[in-house]
């Protein structure tokens, strides 16, 4: 079996006797390199686990967890109660980054349920960027002039305990198929919005086949430019960016922008790099945002090596936002003060365009509050 060329002579494979999945994988990697020369889209791997199984085998409790990390029930917190109000969801192939025997790893931080979460702070609430009063009707969230927010779906591919949508009413604003009339109409009766996110939960939990709908949907509408998409997906789950995901994507007249969102940087690993290269041959913008949280990333450290991780994987740093005081979050929250020293010291060490602008919303503001780093 013929496999490659290198400086003009045919190679053969010696192992023609491995396993089929290997053999083909071999060949699409081959194919893959011819592709890159000519600038088209490569295929995906064959062999490659469906995003859809790896979510299916997420953890779903701190017993599950503990062997796979090396930890002990006597290592992490006591968690029944937190488990019980908001259930812990963590995609396999994130468990694989974080440091064995480390309860302190900052990705199992992130995750991790912690009874702490079930005391009362103050000025913590359930609502704390105040959405209740910018959901006009079912899943639209109209806070800023020119663009809404569509929440697709309430299900994630991970519980992050620090989410600020973790008490939202999805049950109130979850979208069936044939109700997306309502948004279109939503749409064309206010023709000043060029953009629309889609958010939730993840957007990307959605079948592509529902997806692929969405968008020719709002393709017809002249008055959008740009449709923009906020996922964790893709970084818990890289599998999740997968050819029926590039094809609609790269068939939309819309600028794509992808806003994924990762903390640190042993979130961002070769698997990722590998498919945002896809997302960027596909005419995708890919970005990030993030959230400044105590204990995970509240160092000058761990700001510099996750822009660099970023960078390096073809993502370009956007935001860094300050803790939305959501209630059961209190413990992850560094104050305003704090959080513009520490970027002030980061912008020292990094080039501006790898600084994300370190930012807030507050309720009721016109647009998103950027905060000056503190030199």
Not at 10 to 21: A, N, V
Not at 80 to 86: E, G, V
Not at 255 to 274: K, R, T, Y
């Amino acid at each position: 079996m013929f496999v490659g060329v290198h400086r003009g002579i045919i190679k053969r494979d010696s192992q023609e006797r491995r396993p089929i999945g290997q053999r083909l994988a071999a060949i699409i990697t081959q194919f893959n390199l011819i592709l890159q020369i000519f600038d088209v889209i490569p295929i995906q791997n064959a062999t490659e686990t469906h995003w859809s199984t790896e979510l299916a085998q997420a953890i779903k409790s701190p017993a599950e967890l503990w062997p796979l990390l090396g930890l002990t029930e006597q290592d992490l917190p006591a968690a029944h109660k937190a488990m019980a109000s908001f259930k812990m969801l963590v995609p396999r192939p994130f468990v694989s980054r974080m440091e064995f025997g480390n309860v302190n790893d900052p990705l199992l931080k992130q995750v991790l349920a912690d009874d702490i979460e079930m005391l009362p702070v103050a000025g913590y609430s359930k609502d704390p960027l105040d959405e209740g009063n910018h959901n006009p009707q079912k899943a639209i969230v109209h806070k800023y002039e020119r663009r809404i927010l569509v929440i697709t779906t309430g299900t994630c591919a991970v519980n992050c305990r620090y989410c600020f949508r973790r008490h939202f009413p999805y049950g109130d604003n979850q979208l069936a198929q044939k109700e997306w009339d309502s948004v279109i109409d939503y749409l064309k009766d206010h023709p000043e919005v060029n953009e629309v996110i889609l958010s939730g939960g993840d957007p990307l939990m959605l079948k592509d086949s529902q997806l692929s709908q969405h968008i020719a949907r709002l393709n017809d509408l002249p008055q959008l430019k740009r449709l923009r998409i906020h996922s964790r997906l893709p970084v818990v789950i890289p599998s999740r960016i997968n050819d029926e995901l590039l094809a609609w994507v790269s068939q939309s007249r819309l600028d794509v922008v992808l806003v994924l969102h990762s903390n640190h940087a042993h979130e961002i690993d070769q698997s990722i790099a590998d498919k945002v290269a896809l997302l960027k041959r596909a005419g995708v913008t890919v970005l990030n945002q993030g959230v400044l949280l105590r204990g995970v990333n509240d160092s000058v450290e761990a700001q510099v090596n996750l822009s660099e991780a970023l960078f390096a994987a073809g993502i370009l740093p956007y935001y860094m936002f300050t803790f939305d005081p959501i209630e059961g979050g209190a413990h992850f929250d560094i104050s305003i003060e704090a959080a513009q020293q520490l970027m002030g010291q980061v912008a020292q060490k990094l080039p501006g365009y790898l600084m994300p602008k370190l930012a807030k919303e507050i309720p009721g503001e016109p647009a998103k509050t950027v905060l000056a780093p503190r030199l």
